[in-house]
């Protein structure tokens, strides 16, 4: 989708920290780490949110939990544990449109959340 922050990362044509990537999906480190792993899962096709996701993507939805999984234990944080996070609009602190996990991990995590 144009002027889509990270259909962008995904096409290539802005740089990341990659952590992961295959046909479908792609893995890169956030730039505002908000912990010592923080990691983002995207779907390479343009999905706003997860109120978007259709019957059709279900393979693709589990995809992103298997690749979050996987960094998850890559980056030794699966002992100890770690969150998968995805923001939806404006008062779930969604700022990029563009589906996505965020991959937390490396110290404990509050609840409730801020
Ligand atoms: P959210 O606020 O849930 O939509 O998450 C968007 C995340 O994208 C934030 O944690 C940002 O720090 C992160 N972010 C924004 N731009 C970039 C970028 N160019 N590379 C990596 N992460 C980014």
Known sequence: MENCLFCKIAAGEIPCNK??????????????PQAPVHVLIIPKKHVGDVTALVPDDAAL???MAEVANKLAKELKVDEKGFRIVTNVGADGGQSVNHLHLHLLGGRSMKWPPG
Do not use: K, M, Q, R
């Open 19 to 32: 952590a992961y990537e295959d046909d479908a999906v792609l893995a890169f480190h956030d730039i505002a």
């Open 61 to 63: 939805w589990f995809h």
